[in-house]
């Protein structure tokens, strides 16, 4: 399984991007879908993630600026990044669950790059 992150780049305070993570190989089934973020000295942070059935959870600093989404048929996760500050700032991970038949297992992407400028 291997999962190709994109969308990072340079970014004004305010404008938006764009993330996706798309998942490939022999997978049977993909549950939970999140993003994470991790600025260099600090821990790694959940931002945003959905569940199969769609139901969506947010850190309280992106609520009302980024929204998660799927599509399953692609097994491909989105980030959609508005009015975004230089607190921003970060590499982003993309995390999905894959189910079935064997026990549930999380893969990580390589991480995209977001860069805010005030």
């Known amino acids: 399984v291997q999962l190709q992150a994109s969308g990072g780049g340079l970014v004004q305070a305010g404008g938006s991007l764009r993330l996706s993570c798309a998942a490939s190989g022999n997978i049977f089934s993909v549950d939970v879908m999140a993003w994470y973020r991790q600025v260099p000295g600090k821990p790694r942070e959940l931002v945003a993630s959905?569940?199969?059935?769609?139901?969506?959870d947010y850190i309280d600093s992106v609520k009302d600026r980024f929204t998660i989404s799927r599509d399953n048929a692609k097994k491909t996760v989105y980030l959609q990044m508005n009015s975004l500050k230089p607190e921003d700032t970060a590499i982003y991970y993309c995390r999905v669950r894959v189910v079935g038949p064997s026990p549930p297992f999380d893969y990580w992407g390589q991480g995209t790059l977001v860069t805010v400028s005030s």
């Open positions: 959905i569940t199969s059935g769609g139901s969506t």
